[in-house]
């Protein structure tokens, strides 16, 4: 019997990949003579393709967007909350898009991918890719598709600065901008937290200089402590307080001297790290933090974000959520105040949510219901 999905989901979605034989020059000054990127897509492109969204996704997140690839899968796509009929990406109206960003780990060219030069997993040799970079491959894939320009780029956290850079390097090819719980730029702060969890892979025994798959092993434990200090700083405090608060697993009043796992939220941290360690790749892990910690389009202009974004042609929508303190609403509004200080059309919402960082994969009434509204003002016929 034939599994019945909600109403509202893409339900069963199969992916799907490209490979471009064109060289692409990267940021770095490496280049790959061919690459390939995986997607997948929802709704149904129209006749003169201007109804169609591009989905970039956050640092550990995949072309896996929306709906469910089995009929037993337990989980659907990342950004279900956000895409499907009815919702702020309403797949009855929009052609959704979402690629796996180059240098990933589920199905487009990085470091697990064979390096045609030696036969081998790329691994360590695989190059440092920007968010420029990301950009220029996604073009590519959208004159694969016949997308000459997007009703909408649109993302959060790190898919949200992508979203930004594809109005600066690319105006003419983005009619509207979804910045969600993003930022301008990386702060002291956040980089420091990325320079610990990719040290607590490089030290991994296991990590041999990032040529684990050589030598037959992976660096589970580094990986697994990355993730768990990323997981820690995508929650707020009032979110784990109220999920876990200080419940201990059968406690006995006995002191865990063997450091056994004893409060809940420490079982549920050792969860998501061996979870993640078992679907994502450490050199990936290395490589997404690094072009997080590069993103700064305004470095080019002395620093002024307001010159960075003052070519852009699209309309902005930018939200924020009360208790992200990675990415905080004041992120959120320097790229606000720079986006009007050179007269661009831009809405902005600040959304009372507990959840942390991770509210913009939540269904959180206000969050959708404002971001629908945007949506519903896009006039497809002139994508704009």
Same mark, same amino acid.
């Given at each position: 019997? %034939?599994?019945s999905? +909600? $109403?509202d &989901?893409?339900?069963? $979605?199969?992916?799907?990949?490209?490979t471009?034989?064109? +060289?692409?020059?990267?940021?770095?000054?490496?280049?790959l003579?061919?690459?390939?990127?995986?997607?997948?897509?929802?709704g149904?492109l /129209?006749?003169?393709?201007s /109804?169609?969204v591009?989905?970039?996704?956050a640092? &550990?997140?995949?072309h896996?967007?929306?709906?469910y690839? %089995?009929d037993d899968?337990?989980?659907?796509?990342?950004?279900?909350?956000?895409?499907?009929?009815g919702?702020p990406l309403?797949?009855?109206r #929009?052609?959704?898009?979402?690629?796996n960003?180059?240098?990933g780990?589920?199905? =487009?060219?990085? +470091?697990? &991918?064979?390096?045609p030069?030696? *036969?081998?997993? @790329?691994?360590a040799? #695989?190059?440092?890719?920007?968010? !420029?970079?990301?950009?220029?491959s996604?073009?590519?894939?959208?004159?694969?598709?016949?997308?000459?320009?997007?009703a909408? $780029?649109?993302? *959060?956290s790190?898919?949200g600065m992508?979203?930004?850079?594809?109005?600066?390097?690319?105006?003419?090819?983005?009619?509207n901008?979804?910045?969600?719980a993003?930022?301008?730029?990386l702060s002291?702060?956040?980089?420091?937290f990325?320079?610990?969890?990719?040290?607590?892979? !490089? =030290?991994?025994?296991?990590?041999?200089e990032?040529?684990?798959q050589?030598?037959g092993?992976?660096?589970?434990?580094?990986?697994?402590?990355?993730?768990?200090?990323?997981?820690?700083?995508?929650l707020s405090?009032a979110?784990m307080?109220?999920?876990f608060?200080?419940d201990?697993r059968g406690?006995?009043?006995? @002191?865990?001297? /063997?450091?056994?796992?004893?409060f809940?939220?420490? =079982?549920?941290?050792?969860?998501q790290g061996?979870? #993640?360690?078992?679907? #994502?790749?450490?050199?990936?892990?290395?490589l997404?933090?690094?072009?997080l910690?590069?993103?700064?389009?305004?470095?080019?202009?002395?620093?002024?974000?307001g010159?960075?974004?003052a070519?852009t042609?699209s309309? @902005?929508?930018v939200?924020?959520?009360t208790s992200?303190?990675?990415?905080?609403? =004041?992120a959120?509004?320097?790229?606000v105040?720079?986006?009007l200080?050179?007269n661009?059309? $831009?809405?902005?919402a600040?959304i009372?949510?507990d959840?942390?960082?991770? %509210?913009?994969?939540?269904?959180? +009434?206000q969050?959708?219901d404002?971001f629908t509204?945007?949506m !519903?003002g896009i006039?497809?016929?002139?994508?704009?």
């Amino acid at each position: 019997m %034939a599994t019945s999905y +909600p $109403v509202d &989901s893409v339900g069963l $979605v199969s992916p799907q990949s490209v490979t471009f034989n064109t +060289p692409l020059e990267l940021d770095g000054g490496h280049t790959l003579e061919s690459f390939e990127l995986a997607y997948e897509t929802y709704g149904t492109l /129209n006749a003169d393709a201007s /109804n169609a969204v591009l989905v970039c996704h956050a640092l &550990s997140g995949t072309h896996h967007a929306a709906g469910y690839h %089995a009929d037993d899968d337990r989980k659907p796509g990342w950004w279900e909350a956000c895409i499907g009929p009815g919702k702020p990406l309403d797949t009855e109206r #929009f052609f959704v898009v979402c690629s796996n960003n180059l240098g990933g780990c589920h199905g =487009s060219t990085g +470091p697990t &991918s064979l390096n045609p030069a030696t *036969g081998q997993p @790329y691994g360590a040799d #695989f190059p440092l890719v920007t968010v !420029r970079d990301w950009v220029r491959s996604q073009a590519l894939l959208a004159d694969h598709l016949g997308i000459q320009r997007w009703a909408a $780029v649109a993302g *959060g956290s790190l898919g949200g600065m992508q979203a930004l850079q594809w109005a600066i390097d690319l105006p003419d090819r983005v009619a509207n901008v979804v910045a969600i719980a993003a930022a301008p730029r990386l702060s002291a702060q956040n980089i420091a937290f990325n320079e610990v969890a990719r040290q607590a892979i !490089r =030290s991994d025994p296991e990590f041999h200089e990032g040529r684990y798959q050589q030598a037959g092993d992976r660096p589970r434990r580094g990986l697994m402590l990355a993730r768990m200090l990323g997981h820690i700083t995508y929650l707020s405090e009032a979110a784990m307080r109220e999920k876990f608060g200080r419940d201990q697993r059968g406690a006995n009043g006995d @002191y865990g001297y /063997n450091f056994d796992v004893e409060f809940e939220v420490e =079982s549920y941290l050792r969860y998501q790290g061996q979870s #993640f360690v078992d679907r #994502f790749d450490a050199n990936t892990y290395l490589l997404m933090t690094k072009a997080l910690d590069y993103f700064d389009p305004a470095a080019e202009y002395g620093g002024d974000l307001g010159q960075a974004l003052a070519h852009t042609r699209s309309r @902005y929508f930018v939200a924020s959520f009360t208790s992200d303190w990675r990415f905080p609403p =004041s992120a959120s509004r320097e790229i606000v105040r720079a986006l009007l200080d050179t007269n661009k059309s $831009v809405s902005y919402a600040e959304i009372e949510a507990d959840h942390g960082h991770d %509210a913009f994969l939540m269904p959180v +009434p206000q969050y959708l219901d404002t971001f629908t509204a945007f949506m !519903r003002g896009i006039n497809l016929g002139a994508a704009a």
